[in-house]
T-cell receptor, first 115, second 112 residues
Framework: NAGVMQNPRHLVRRRGQEARLRCSPMKGHSHVYWYRQLPEEGLKFMVYLQKENIIDESGMPKERFSAEFPKEGPSILRIQQVVRGDSAAYFC?????????????FGDGTRLSIL | EDQVTQSPEALRLQEGESSSLNCSYTVSGLRGLFWYRQDPGKGPEFLFTLYSAGEEKEKERLKATLTKKESFLHITAPKPEDSATYLCAGPHGSSNTGKLIFGQGTTLQVKP
């Protein structure tokens, strides 16, 4: 499967724990975007990364959230000390370039539930 | 402020009953307008990119069109398998990073 791969598909955490979401982009894509979909809301941009660089994190909450895309391995979205309001579906997308005129291709998301 | 608005929020059609979904946008310097389909529990699946007013793209029963202010997704003789949420998105106007602004989506239900 050459598509965007996200894991885990479902993640359950208790308040105060850490959540780590992983994303492997499509083959040949080096630009990764993370979006969050809250219940009954649309997709909202969080962060844009290239290999080893955060390019735009304007949609990321200032505290507890971080993202990385190392030289080797998947992109990671990390949420520390999770709270109930973090419950959402988190989607990763990739594109071959970072230009706005290229479509982004999405994975099937990680559904995070906070107990 | 860049904004993408879709209407209606929900649409119920009988199989074979054609209709259109609307996406209006206020994005400065639009570099592309994207349509996606999202099934429950899945990620958005790319359908079309439209770049300039007057452009049209087709795929099976779907046709997307673009004017200077809005885009339409026309569904001709829909089938139950066309039931899904259809999302419209545009790249943020003042950003060079390609981050997308999404509409709230139109949830389409096609009854046999």
């Amino acid at each position: 499967n050459a598509g965007v791969m996200q894991n885990p598909r479902h993640l359950v955490r208790r308040r105060g724990q850490e959540a780590r979401l992983r994303c492997s982009p499509m083959k040949g894509h080096s630009h990764v975007y993370w979006y969050r979909q809250l219940p009954e809301e649309g997709l909202k941009f969080m962060v844009y990364l290239q290999k080893e660089n955060i390019i735009d994190e304007s949609g990321m909450p200032k505290e507890r959230f971080s993202a990385e895309f190392p030289k080797e391995g998947p992109s990671i979205l990390r949420i520390q000390q999770v709270v109930r309001g973090d419950s959402a579906a988190y989607f990763c997308a990739s594109s071959p370039t970072g230009k706005g005129n290229q479509p982004q291709h999405f994975g099937d998301g990680t559904r995070l539930s906070i107990l | 402020e860049d904004q993408v608005t879709q209407s209606p929020e929900a649409l119920r059609l009988q199989e074979g009953e054609s209709s259109s979904l609307n996406c209006s946008y206020t994005v400065s310097g639009l570099r592309g307008l994207f349509w996606y389909r999202q099934d429950p529990g899945k990620g958005p699946e790319f359908l079309f990119t439209l770049y300039s007013a007057g452009e049209e793209k087709e795929k099976e029963r779907l046709k997307a069109t673009l004017t200077k202010k809005e885009s339409f997704l026309h569904i001709t003789a829909p089938k139950p398998e066309d039931s899904a949420t259809y999302l419209c998105a545009g790249p943020h106007g003042s950003s060079n990073t390609g981050k997308l602004i999404f509409g709230q989506g139109t949830t389409l239900q096609v009854k046999p």
